[in-house]
């Protein structure tokens, strides 16, 4: 997906699947929904509830969506702090995520270093 592609169709609760929305019509409902969920400190077992509830589609889904979305020029033009934000917090989850590995290819039989 380039960065000015939409995300695919969400599907819809009834009836087949609902028509594409472009990539400012995924930023314009995706990224007010994320910024008041942020600003309410919602818990994430809540969150999802509320995903289903008020957006019709699965969390998995809707991270699915909202991790793409961030990589576009929409998302940027229509919050481009929270978009900034977004980014940053996938480019630590990911350095973080490597770190781990890094370390359990490192480590021996028992977690021992083998360096030692």
Known sequence: MTAD???AAAPAAEGGPRPAR????????LLPF????RAERVRPEVKHEIVRDELGMAPERYYMLLGRL???????E?????????????RRANAKRAARG??????GPL??????
């Open 34 to 37: 994320e910024a008041r969920m």
């Open 5 to 7: 592609e939409a995300p």
């Open 70 to 76: 961030i990589d576009t020029t929409a998302a940027a």
């Open 111 to 116: 977690g021992d270093d083998p360096t030692n």
């Open 22 to 29: 472009s990539s400012r019509e995924w930023a314009e409902l």
């Open 102 to 107: 890094a370390r359990i290819l490192t480590a």
């Open 78 to 90: 229509v919050d481009p702090i929270l978009t900034r934000m977004l980014l940053d917090e996938r």
